[in-house]
Structures are given as structure tokens and as C-alpha cells.
């Protein structure tokens, strides 16, 4: 345990350094995990997992099916609240505040964290309406003009702008599978979260789809935190740079990506690179 | 090379003999497939051969009773007999009582007048010269109510007397049987509902044009009758069921609504939550003529509610209702897609905000649908209703859901109950048909709004 530990500070130290400073001026923690289980009713499904996420860059996490990293990524929006028989125990600090203080409200923490889902699931409403919806809840557009231009700019960010500009009133259900998503992350945009938190947003989608996400995520990390959890370690090798390895409810290795996919340090995460687990 | 050819022998005949297995399992298969198949056919056909018996024996029974036997007569408003003094006028410096009295003694004169006698003679103009008919059996061929009308049109417009007009009347329930042909013309008199002189004369008034058949119009604009059953209504009985059905849509629509939301969306799942479930779910299979106990019990014993009034008919509905509403709003509230639930929940939605924003908007037309099949559901229910004295005969349209009613099911089970079953077959069978009717308009009335709604979404 105690070797594990040090493993895992050296990687941090990694980490640090390895990044390069004029990528992303600010590259404090944005996201503490300290020691965090989840049980499903009697099973524990994350044995407590310790992990930092930096700002302003994309940390990924991969690791089989069942390993419990889509587990842990709902704790930090804290959807698995929304799970009948789910507990957390553990700490996870958003900018030093514990998110699951009594005292925090569960709809501000989730305008503050975004997510995109691994299945696009626009709402059965108007393009328009998809993207506008987050702002009108937490009135943040004032005026009907303000709410335009939220919708504009969200999904020029999301790329998507040019496509569906001539049919905003059209049904989000309509567009292509890729282009749901991205109209998903313009809508979790909208709201103007800090982080945003992707489950396998890529995996119901073709290979061009992918990469014109691929190619957004990148460019969203200059301004906001993201963490993906991903089924694809060529995709955590093209667009993250922080790689979590999980494997059966435990955080196995993690460091800068780079690293991790060249070089780990752990056997079960040589084995999962290589194809020989999950 | 020989053995490798052996081998090959033996794995070729292996594969032959798999594949005769298989083609003998597929004869099998197909077998069973096409024995299913049949059967599926065979019930549809039955029970499409029912509905088609019962549609054919409800419309055959029931059409010829929107058309009915009427008498069109010259009726002259004699002074001879119609011997009044003219109605009273208010007087300078009468009081209001001495006013009502005058009037009240005037109108009972009116009743006392031999409005018959003024009937009899219109009928014996329209009959041959010197028609030989006894009184009595010539006032078989009118419905009993005849001289009401009469009177009604003087009262009306007392200028009449002295003078003839021509009024319709409906013919008596047995006239109507002897023309359309619902009694045996060749029984012997003394089993004739008509005596041998009126049905020659109703006889000769179907050939003159005294007597027609038109159509009824007496079924939806009159109440229910027992001394003149021919012209017996649903008009009562249908606004009664208007009545409880507002009654049913005000209450239970909102109350099964609104439970089921809570229980699905809001309530933590506890032991609490799973009796409840558990009760809601046995209350749907009670027999319905145990909640009209329930109500007689209760909203009339304990809570001195009127009896046969539309409101407690409703509310013993309601009650019926509520387990149907429920069960299929939870049902339709958990087939919405945890992904459209995580969508608003992951954008910061409180829950309110999920349910009512995107949950119930998508579950709408199905939770429609299963209110209007509640509420036609006990549109035709009478079990209950019998128990809170709603089979009462109630001869006035209700005028507020606190009135004495009886409602259109009830209706339907007293019509055929009635004695004069030769009569009243077919206007039971017309009663059907106007439920029938109600219910279809209902279940078109949802269709409608769910493919539009559906087509919003």
C-alpha cells in the first residue's frame, strides 16, 4: 500500500512538470478525491479511490468494462444521488469545497459540473429549446436576446452552429447521431460549467463522428476541466492528458498520458495496454 | 492420402447426418409454428365473430326504435267542451297570495276539464264515418299522455279555444307493436295487446296517413316514463351520466394524477410505498359493486350526501377509477428513458423541474389514454350505482349533479326489466346503441388528442 502511494505521488510529480506551462495558464487542482467508495446496496463497487484532476486539460479514465470508472465519474456530480440504494463515503473537493457537504445544493454543484452522457439524449424538444433549456432554469439569460446569444455561441463552441443554424426550431432528435452529442455538450455548455464530465460520449458514434468530437474536446480544455471516461485507449492517448487506469472498483495507476500508455509503472496496466485484460 | 480421404468421408457423412437431424427437428419446428399461427387465427376470428353478433343484434334490435308510430290529428279546441272561465288576470290591489290562489284554482279546473273528450273527437274525425269503437279502446291508440300535451298547448296559448289545429302525438307503445310487426297480428284477441276494433282502426290510420312512423326524437329529448311508456327518454339518464363523468373527471383525473406521480417520482421507496403499491394494486381488481357499498356506507349514511344524486354516483366512481388512473400513469411514467431522467438531472433540473418539464410532457398522451379508458370504464358501470339508489325512476332531466338522476347503464338495465318487452326490447337496445355511442366519441376524442399531441412532441 505504501509503495502504491509513493507510485502514485511520483506520478503526480510527473504530471506537473510534464505538462507544458504555456498550454493552459492556470494549472492548479480543480478536483480532489480522497479515499472514495460507492456501494450499490451490498456491493461495494469503488473501493476507494484517491485521485487529483488538473485544470484546464483533459483527464481520462480507462480501464475494462465494470471497473468502476463511469462509477466514479457520476460521484463527481454526484448522480449516482439519483440511483435508488447508491451511497458514496469518501471526500471529493471541487475548489477545496466538499461537494457532498449537507449544506451544498445538488442542483448549483450540477450547473457548476457539466455531463455528457454515452448515449446522446437530446430532449425530445426543439434544437433551440435543447440548448436554451439550462440557462432558463437557472436564470441565467435575462432577456430573450441574452438567451439567443447563450444558444449561438454554445453551439458555434460546439461546433455544431453551422450545421442546424437554419433549423434551431427543429427537433434535437433529428439530427444525426454526432451531431447529438455535440448539440449534448452544447447544451451542457450553455450553463456555463466549469468542468465537464463525458461517459464514453464517443462510443455510440462512427469513426468521423468521434473525431470531430475528438477534435472538440481538445480545443474545449483551454477553457474548461474535462474528464472522459473512455473504452478506447487510442482515444485517452489522442485527447487527454491525465490517464486514470481503474480495474475491479480500484484506481490501479495514473499519471500524464504519455507515460502511462509508454511506460507504466503497474503490471495489470501493462496488461490492459497491451490487450492481454478487459 | 487414403486416410485423409477416409476422414473426409466420415466428417461428410457426420454433416450429413447433422443436417438430416436438423431438417427433421425443422419439420418439427414449423409444425408447432403453424399450429400456433392457426390457433391465433382461429381466436381472432372468434372473437371478432362475437363483437360482430352482438354489434348485428344491438343494431338490428335497436334501429327500428329511432323510429316510432305518430298520430297526426286535427285537434279542435271546442268551447263546448273546454267550459273555463279565461285564466285569471292580477286585479288592482290583489295580493300575491290572493293572485296564487286564483291561478292555482283556475289550473286545477284546467286539470279537471275532459281534455279526452277533446281527444276523442280529433280521433274519430280522422276515423271512417260512424266508425263503430268504444271510447275506452279508441284511447288505447294515443299514448296516455295525449291529453297532457293537449292541455300543455291551451295552457300555452289559451287564443286556441275555438279553434282546430293539427297536433302530433305519439301512439301507444302497443300501436307501435301492432304496426312495426313486433306481435304475431294472428294470436288470438284475447292475447292481442290491442282490442280487435282499435287495431282495424290503427290499421286504417296507417293507410289514411294519420298515423306515420317518424323519427323519435321523444328517446333523446324525453325522460324515463312509466304510464306512457312509448314515449320513455334518455334524456335523464344521459345527462346523469354527463353529470357523473365531470363528476369522475373533476376528482379522479387529477387525484390519480397526481398520486402517481408522487409515488413514482417523489416518494423514497419504503416499506409504506410498497404496502400502498400493493393496496392500489388489489383495490383495481375489487368488485364494483362493493365500492357502491362503500359509498352508500359512507358519502350517504355517514357524510348525508343525497341519495340517487350524480355526485355521489361520481364519487363511488371515482373511487373505481382511481387504481385504473394510477396504475397506468405509473406505468407510463416508467417506461420514460432514464436518459431523458439523467439529461435534466445532469443539467441541473431539480426534480420538479425534471418531471414537469420533460418526464410528464413525453408520458402525456399515454396517461391521457389511460384516463379516458378509466373514465369510460365507469361511464358503463352500474353495479354501484344500483347500491346508492340510482336506479331509482327518476322522471325529470337533472339539473345539477345534486338532483335525483339515474344514469345511461342503469337505464339499460331497467328498460329491460320493463313488463312491456315487446316495446321495450328495442328501446333498450336503442339505449345501447347511444352508450355505445358516448363511449366511442370518448375513445375518438382521446385518439384525437393523443396523435396530436404525439405529433407535437
Given amino acids: ?278 | 492420402m487414403t486416410e485423409l480421404s477416409q476422414s473426409n468421408t466420415a466428417s461428410r457423412s457426420l454433416a450429413a447426418e447433422r443436417a438430416r437431424k436438423v431438417k427433421a427437428g425443422l419439420r418439427r419446428r414449423h409444425m408447432t409454428e403453424k399450429i400456433f399461427r392457426g390457433l391465433g387465427i382461429a381466436a381472432i376470428v372468434a372473437a371478432l365473430g362475437f363483437v360482430a353478433l352482438l354489434f348485428t343484434d344491438v343494431l338490428s334490435k335497436g334501429i327500428p326504435a329511432f323510429t316510432q308510430a305518430n298520430l297526426h290529428l286535427e285537434v279542435a279546441y271546442d268551447p263546448a267542451i273546454i267550459k273555463l272561465t279565461p285564466a285569471p288576470v292580477r286585479e288592482v290591489g290583489q295580493s300575491d297570495a290572493g293572485f296564487e290562489q286564483a291561478n292555482l284554482k283556475w289550473r286545477s279546473s284546467l286539470v279537471l276539464l275532459n281534455w279526452n273528450k277533446v281527444l276523442e273527437v280529433a280521433m274519430r274525425k280522422s276515423a271512417p264515418a260512424d266508425y263503430d269503437i268504444d271510447t275506452r279502446q279508441l284511447l288505447t291508440i294515443p299514448e296516455t299522455n295525449a291529453r297532457h300535451i293537449l292541455r300543455e298547448r291551451y295552457v300555452e296559448d289559451p287564443g286556441l279555444l275555438g279553434k282546430t289545429i293539427s297536433i302530433d302525438l305519439v301512439a301507444s307503445a302497443n300501436v307501435d307493436n301492432w304496426v312495426k310487426g313486433n306481435i304475431d297480428r294472428d294470436l288470438p284477441d284475447a292475447q292481442q295487446q290491442l282490442g280487435a276494433d282499435a287495431r282495424a282502426l290503427t290499421d286504417f290510420f296507417a293507410e289514411n296517413g294519420t298515423l306515420t312512423k317518424d323519427f323519435a326524437t321523444g328517446i333523446f329529448t324525453n325522460v324515463d316514463s312509466r304510464a306512457a311508456p312509448a314515449s320513455a327518454g334518455l334524456a335523464g339518464a344521459f345527462m346523469g351520466s354527463v353529470y357523473m363523468m365531470l363528476v369522475v373527471i373533476i376528482l379522479a383525473v387529477p387525484i390519480g394524477v397526481a398520486s402517481a406521480i408522487y409515488l413514482e417520482e417523489f416518494a423514497k421507496k419504503s416499506r409504506l410505498t410498497d404496502i400502498i403499491e400493493v393496496n392500489i394494486n388489489n383495490l383495481a381488481a375489487v368488485p364494483s359493486i362493493v365500492f357502491g357499498l362503500l359509498g352508500a356506507a359512507v358519502f350517504i349514511n355517514f357524510f348525508h350526501l343525497p341519495i340517487s344524486a350524480p355526485l355521489v354516483g361520481g364519487m363511488v366512481l371515482t373511487l373505481m377509477t382511481l387504481p385504473t388512473i394510477i396504475i397506468a400513469t405509473r406505468a407510463a411514467l416508467q417506461s420514460v428513458s432514464p436518459a431523458l431522467r439523467q439529461a435534466a438531472l445532469g443539467l441541473g433540473a431539480s426534480r420538479t423541474q425534471m418531471v414537469f418539464h420533460h418526464v410528464l410532457p413525453v408520458t402525456f398522451p399515454s396517461i391521457l389514454t389511460a384516463t379516458i379508458i378509466g373514465v369510460a370504464q365507469a361511464l358503463g358501470e352500474t353495479a354501484p350505482l344500483l347500491l346508492i339508489g340510482m336506479n331509482a325512476f327518476v322522471a325529470s332531466v337533472p339539473a345539477s349533479p345534486l338532483d335525483q338522476a339515474t344514469a345511461l347503464p342503469v337505464q339499460i338495465f331497467l328498460w329491460n326489466g320493463n313488463e312491456n318487452r315487446n316495446f321495450f326490447e328495442a328501446r333498450t337496445s336503442a339505449a345501447i346503441m347511444v352508450l355505445l355511442g358516448l363511449m366511442i366519441l370518448l375513445n375518438a376524442i382521446a385518439i384525437f388528442l393523443r396523435t396530436r399531441l404525439e405529433r407535437r412532441a
Avoid: W
Avoid at chain 1, 512538470?17 to 493552459?24: K, R
Avoid at chain 1, 471526500?91 to 450547473?111: C, H, N, Q, T
Avoid at chain 1, 455531463?115 to 430532449?123: A, H, L, S
Avoid at chain 1, 441574452?146 to 439530427?175: C, H, Q, W, Y
Fill in chain 1, 1 to 278: 500500500m505504501d509503495v502504491m502511494a509513493g507510485k502514485v505521488k511520483m506520478t503526480q510529480t510527473t504530471v506537473e512538470s510534464a505538462m507544458n506551462p504555456t498550454d493552459a495558464p492556470d494549472r492548479s487542482i480543480r478536483i480532489q478525491a480522497q479515499d472514495v467508495k460507492v456501494h450499490y446496496g451490498a456491493k461495494e463497487a469503488l473501493h476507494g479511490v484517491s485521485i487529483e484532476i488538473p485544470d484546464r486539460a483533459v483527464t481520462s479514465f480507462i480501464g475494462p468494462s465494470g471497473c468502476g470508472k463511469s462509477t466514479f465519474l457520476r460521484c463527481i456530480n454526484r448522480m449516482n444521488d439519483t440511483i435508488e440504494g447508491a451511497r458514496v463515503e469518501g471526500l471529493i473537493k471541487l475548489d477545496g469545497e466538499d461537494i457532498y457537504d449537507p449544506s451544498l445544493d445538488v442542483v448549483e454543484l450540477r450547473a457548476r459540473i457539466g455531463m455528457v452522457f454515452q448515449k446522446p439524449n437530446p430532449f425530445p424538444k426543439s434544437i433551440y429549446e435543447n440548448v436554451a433549456y439550462g440557462p432558463k432554469i437557472h436564470g441565467i439569460a435575462t432577456s430573450r436576446t441574452d438567451l439567443d446569444e447563450i444558444v449561438v455561441s454554445s453551439l458555434r463552441r460546439a461546433g455544431l452552429f453551422e450545421e442546424v443554424k437554419d433549423r434551431l426550431n427543429e427537433p434535437g432528435t433529428g439530427l444525426s447521431g454526432g451531431q447529438q452529442q455535440r448539440l449534448c455538450i452544447a447544451r451542457a455548455m450553455a450553463v456555463g460549467p466549469e468542468v465537464i464530465l463525458m461517459d464514453e460520449p464517443c462510443s455510440a458514434l462512427d469513426p468521423i463522428a468521434t473525431a470531430i468530437i475528438e477534435e472538440l474536446i481538445d480545443e474545449l480544455r483551454a477553457n474548461y476541466t474535462i474528464v472522459i471516461v473512455t473504452h478506447s485507449m487510442q482515444q485517452a492517448a489522442r485527447v487527454s492528458q491525465k490517464t486514470a487506469f481503474f480495474h475491479l472498483g480500484n484506481l490501479i495507476e495514473e499519471g500524464v498520458t504519455e507515460d502511462i500508455f509508454t511506460n507504466p509503472i503497474n503490471k495489470q496496466t501493462q496488461d490492459y495496454i497491451m490487450g492481454r485484460i478487459g
